[in-house]
T-cell receptor, first 115, second 111 residues
Framework: GAGVSQSPSNKVTEKGKDVELRCDPI?????LYWYRQSLGQGLEFLIY????????KSGLPSDRFSAERTGGSVSTLTIQRTQQEDSAVYLC?????????????FGEGSRLTVL | RKEVEQDPGPFNVPEGATVAFNCTYS??????FFWYRQDCRKEPKLLMS???SGNEDGRFTAQLNRASQYISLLIRDSKLSDSATYLC????????????FGAGTRLFVKA
């Protein structure tokens, strides 16, 4: 597809379970970002990938959160032992590195609900 | 202090009004600046980049003041369709380009 694709679009899980969220960026975009948006709140930066490496993991809220990116393309955000406060929309974005506009293109998000 | 700060609003304005949003950022080394628009339950989309000399796109005008670390967005002749949340975004280099968003300002335009 032409845009950023995220899956699942909705995920309901029980407290304590692990979840994986997937992001497929726009082809050719080497930069990939994960953000979290709680209801009525702004975008909270989680992690940034340049290629397969993550120069900035400063936003990950706890060691229950991890992310990886393989092949310079698809990324997975994993949340272990989910808690109710993890409920949010997880947004992935990609951009062209070196693009002076720096525009981020977002996916539609994965809405996570932890019961 | 948050890296990017905005007045959350909401701003309630009648159609045809002019409304201005402000945003401040803390990192003086920030390099690029943007306004994004986010409709309810949708993903953010770029509204416009903000250039040092200021720039205009139709009814929208963006300004940057590097000395004061301040960005603004002016919307003239507001339309009902302008109702959305407006997110200020700042991009800087920390081993890679990282974009930080403000919490957003909600705008409601009323008939």
């Amino acid at each position: 597809g032409a845009g950023v694709s995220q899956s699942p679009s909705n995920k309901v899980t029980e407290k304590g379970k692990d979840v994986e969220l997937r992001c497929d960026p726009i082809s050719g975009h080497t930069a990939l970002y994960w953000y979290r948006q709680s209801l009525g709140q702004g975008l909270e930066f989680l992690i940034y990938f340049q290629g397969n490496s993550a120069p900035d993991k400063s936003g990950l809220p706890s060691d229950r959160f991890s992310a990886e990116r393989t092949g310079g393309s698809v990324s997975t955000l994993t949340i272990q032992r989910t808690q109710q406060e993890d409920s949010a929309v997880y947004l992935c974005a990609s951009s062209l590195v070196g693009s002076w506009t720096g525009e981020l293109f977002f996916g539609e998000g994965s809405r996570l609900t932890v019961l | 202090r948050k890296e990017v700060e905005q007045d959350p609003g909401p701003f309630n304005v009648p159609e045809g009004a002019t409304v201005a949003f402000n945003c401040t950022y803390s990192n003086s080394a920030s390099q690029s600046f943007f306004w994004y628009r986010q409709d309810c339950r949708k993903e953010p989309k770029l509204l416009m980049s903000v250039y040092s000399s200021g720039n205009e796109d139709g009814r929208f005008t963006a300004q940057l003041n590097r000395a004061s670390q301040y960005i603004s967005l002016l919307i003239r002749d507001s339309k009902l369709s302008d109702s959305a949340t407006y997110l200020c975004a700042v991009r800087g280099y920390t081993g890679g380009f990282k974009t930080i968003f403000g919490a957003g300002t909600r705008l409601f335009v009323k008939a």
